[in-house]
């Protein structure tokens, strides 16, 4: 038999489940259990019927699947404003749709407010049975989404801790305090020790709070000074770094360790403001490992977090919490990884 190069029967029209039937010889039934249960049918039988659908070029309806099904095979994510992104969301995005593409699922995307998490979109999702799950990301302190998809047994999974300390959903997260006390520990092998950290303002920013203790962490384990060394800016923001970075300047850092890359940006246009090299006067260490850090110059040395791998277990978890409803919480916590460039090689000038 000929084998057809799209859905079309001779007569022009799509190809249908019944005239599959017909032409392997067995019921629609049968048919359906080939795409659907094939552990139902003989070996024999499924081959027949598989072999049959690839000749004519059948392709079940996906109105069809879902209606029989319940499973629209589409997950939703809330893209914020482009002020409140950050470029490592970007890069997961690309991963965890791949990831989803993979498992058959494709990755419905929607627009948030700025401002923090809200609701917005969810319901209005859902009332339309549009989703199966949801993949959250921005995760905070007082968010209000977990415990509302939780009521109505919506299935979920969070990119980012919950940090609400409540046995509430699934999650897959980096380890921001690892990622900067590694930075530290590089910088303190160099002969470093006024190692300062530029971050966000406490309690703004959890993910942000878990990057600075790290570093807190680690100068304590080796006994050096943290007071008057941390710098905070407002937002993840190159132009309002610029001026946090200045007293921890000022204070005689010869390193800067920053909770983002964007932060770092502002450290370097300081320094260059001031006739100083990033890297050879003052080490500078970034977070996230951005697109742009290696362009920089001297090219940043950054903290990257495993984008494809944190991709993979959000899909995964999810499509576990849809076959399990009631099973226990799963969180993983995956290692970043300090990807040393030229703006932290160098021992600091003037000895420490």
Known sequence: MPRSSNSSSAKGGPVT???VARRAGVSSQTVSNAI???????PETLERVRRVIDEMGYRP?????????RSSKLIGYGIQSAAFSYPVLDRFLHAVSQAAEEAGYRILLFACPPGGP????????LDQH???GFVLSGTERGDPR?????????????????????PIGDWVDVDG????DAAVEHLVALGHRKIAFLGWERGSSSAGDDRAEGWQRAMRRHGLPTRGRRGQSSVNDSDVARAAVKPLLDGGATAVVAASDM???????????????PGRDVAVIGFDDSPTAELLFPALSSIAQPLEAIGRECVRLLLARMAAPDAPPERILLEPSLVVRDSATASPAGGG
């Open 146 to 166: 977990q415990a509302w998809l939780t009521k109505r047994g919506v299935p979920f999974v969070g990119f980012g801790r919950m940090w609400s300390g409540r």
């Open 177 to 180: 305090a690892s990622g900067t």
């Open 130 to 132: 549009e989703v199966d």
């Open 118 to 125: 809200t609701l917005d979109g969810y319901e209005e999702l």
């Open 36 to 42: 659907n249960s094939p552990d139902l049918l003989r």
């Open 263 to 277: 932060l770092a940006l502002g450290c370097y246009q300081t320094l260059r403001e001031r006739g100083q090299t």
């Open 17 to 19: 489940l019944a005239m």
């Open 61 to 69: 309806s996906r109105a069809a699947q879902t209606l029989r099904t």
